[in-house]
């Protein structure tokens, strides 16, 4: 069960886009729509933001937007904000009926 | 509204145990899959285990199998992880979450609620 790879950190500025990958195999994000992501601001706990690889839940800003293609998976945010700094985690259902998380990545709004 | 609520983290030591509690509130408890997430000091999220909603589907990562035991009493609205042969590496904050559909084991991973966490760290 190792870890999903994501970049260690992404950075931009307030308006811009930006994505961040989540890398497994086709045993978890290319085999399955299952790819959730969560944002995690410091001591908080983890907020969903995207399930079911590209779904969001009510109340969660139409900025974030997530995709899928072959075994990696992405996050988008448009019209970055400040409030937008935080950790992100992809996570994967995997065969034989476990979870994986990404290693998180640090995104910082100059 | 729903909240989950974690209990009995602390500090132990190296080869002792210690169960962790998570109490649920504002939501029919008896319906919902939860499942165990950790997070070490300044690390990621690490999933460790999931329960189904009536218990009789448990799941573990490889990295706490043999060791962990995830249950729930559901006529208490409580889960439960007792943590035996306690390593160092099992030091972080211990969540519960919820999974956000019905019935569903996984869920696809969807978690909608989470606890804030209860730390243990272990340590001589």
């Known amino acids: 069960q190792s870890a999903l790879t994501q970049p260690a950190s992404v950075s931009g500025s307030p308006g811009q886009s930006i994505t961040i990958s989540c890398t497994g195999t086709?045993?978890?994000?290319?085999?399955?729509?299952?790819v959730s992501w969560y944002q995690q601001h410091p001591g908080k706990a983890p907020k969903l933001l995207i399930y079911?690889?590209?779904d969001r839940p009510s109340g969660v800003s139409n900025r974030f937007s997530g995709s899928k293609s072959g075994n990696t998976a992405s996050l988008t945010i448009s019209g970055l904000q400040a409030e937008d700094e935080a950790d992100y985690y992809c996570?994967?259902?995997?065969?034989?009926?476990?979870?994986?998380f990404g290693g998180g990545t640090k995104l910082t709004v100059l | 509204q729903v909240q989950l609520v974690e209990s009995g983290g602390g500090v132990v030591q190296p080869g002792r145990s210690l169960r962790l509690s998570c109490a649920a509130s504002?939501?029919?408890?008896?319906?919902?899959?939860i499942h165990w997430v950790r997070q070490a000091p300044g690390k990621g999220l690490e999933w460790v285990a999931v329960?189904?909603?009536?218990?009789?589907?448990?799941?573990?990562a490889d990295s706490v199998k043999g060791r962990f035991t995830i249950s729930r009493d559901n006529s208490k609205n409580t889960l439960y992880l007792q943590i035996n042969s306690l390593r160092a590496e099992d030091t972080a904050v211990y969540s519960c979450?919820?999974?956000?559909?019905?019935?569903?084991?996984f869920g696809g991973g969807k978690f909608d609620y989470w606890g804030q966490g209860t730390l243990v760290t272990v340590s001589s």
């Open positions: 079911d690889v590209t």
């Open positions: 979450a919820r999974v956000g559909d019905i019935l569903l084991t």
């Open positions: 086709s045993n978890d994000v290319g085999g399955y729509n299952y």
């Open positions: 504002g939501f029919i408890f008896s319906n919902y899959a």
């Open positions: 329960i189904s909603n009536d218990g009789s589907d448990k799941y573990y």
């Open positions: 996570s994967s259902y995997v065969s034989g009926s476990t979870l994986v």
